[in-house]
């Protein structure tokens, strides 16, 4: 009656970790899929090595370009009079030998009363200082119908197109996405 006892006590013990290791795994099982999923790969197809190089993926710091990017978004974002309602169309980098660095935005947000409206705006950084070309203050008031991107951003008169650049779009919308 004693073995019994003790039989049964160690099967219970050794059931309660099992139990333990099983949560532990469907957790664990949990996170690959969700992150499997988040990169349109389909559960049979996540392999412990695929799920692997998607957590690396989305866990590598960003490059310096995506990263400035998404700094001038967040800025513009804070300006917004819904920031949460902020969608952004482009965001492009211009190959400018003139500025440090030059950022086109197509942004859209929602207006004073209540609908969307699609803005153009040029962030752009010379000698160390950031500038914005998107319509506002003195300059923007006097000159709002001025559309900042040609020239800068896009050549052409009537096909116009961007200059040669980056499109860092998707990242710049992934990482907001990820809350970076």
């Known amino acids: 009656m004693k073995t019994l006892l003790t039989v049964m006590l160690l ?22 899929y969700k992150t499997c999923a988040k990169h349109y790969i389909p559960a049979d197809k996540c392999t412990p090595e695929i799920y692997q190089q998607l957590k690396d993926k989305d866990n590598a710091p960003l490059d310096p370009n995506t990263a400035a990017a998404l700094k001038v978004v967040k800025e513009y974002q804070t300006r917004l009079k819904n920031p949460d309602s902020m969608q952004v169309r482009t965001a492009y980098i211009v190959d400018n030998k003139r500025a440090d660095f030059v950022l086109c935005l197509e942004i ?26 998107d319509g506002t203050g003195i300059a923007g008031a006097i000159s709002s119908d001025v559309d900042w991107w040609d020239g800068i951003c896009q050549k052409g008169t009537f096909h116009k197109t961007l200059l040669p650049g980056t499109d860092v779009t998707e990242k710049v919308n992934q990482a907001l996405k990820d809350g970076k």
């Open 11 to 32: 099967s219970a013990l050794s059931f309660g970790q099992t139990t333990t290791t099983q949560d532990q795994d469907a957790g664990a099982l949990e996170t690959r």
């Open 108 to 133: 859209g947000g929602q207006n004073g009363a209540g609908g969307m409206t699609v803005s153009h705006a040029v962030y752009d950084v010379f000698r160390g200082k950031g500038h914005w070309r």
